[in-house]
């Protein structure tokens, strides 16, 4: 019964949690909500995030009620693997739904700074990460090598987080 009432609770905070996001009337704040350095640059940029974030802050909520639902009406190990399946697909969901909203206020961040240099994102201006100057002797710093995911951004040294954060290039105008 414990476990039915907290899967339940859970359940209705974090959609309760989307649904105001979803809405745009999630108000900024430490504890709930798609909480990023990304998000936490403006009021806009939370907003936009948690909109993103909040269908699968949603769907995040319903699996832990159907999870709730599972262990109450059947029990047993059954039961007990329902909880164990809701748990996982309901991290899985809360998993995407910070990313959608840290790249959506990311790219959001992005397009209002048109003066940003765009060969920033995120590694230092000398080249190499975090303005550590490049060099490092290994192969793979090489700025001409194409494998190398800073070319996306024409970073040099190797720093890899353009590509990985996607934030150099709005979707759909990737030149690869």
Do not use: F
């Amino acid at each position: 019964m414990v476990v039915v009432v907290v899967l339940a609770g859970l359940a209705l905070v974090v959609g309760v949690t989307g649904l105001l996001g979803s809405l745009g009337r999630l108000p900024g704040n430490g504890v709930l909500g798609v909480r990023t350095p990304e998000t936490r640059r403006s009021p806009e940029a939370w907003t936009l995030a948690n909109r993103a974030a909040g269908p699968a802050l949603i769907g995040s909520g319903l699996t832990l009620l159907l999870g709730a639902l599972g262990v109450g009406l059947i029990g047993g190990w059954v039961g007990g693997l329902v909880v164990v399946v809701a748990l996982l697909g309901s991290l899985a969901l809360l998993s995407a739904a910070g990313l959608a909203g840290s790249r959506a206020a990311a790219l959001w961040d992005a397009a209002q700074d048109p003066d940003q240099d765009e060969s920033g994102c995120g590694c230092g201006s000398e080249g190499g990460c975090g303005g550590h100057a490049s060099g490092s002797g290994d192969p793979s710093d090489d700025p001409a090598d194409p494998a190398d995911p800073a070319t996306d951004c024409s970073v040099t040294g190797g720093c890899g987080s353009c590509a990985l954060q996607g934030m150099c290039e709005p979707e759909g105008t990737s030149t690869r």
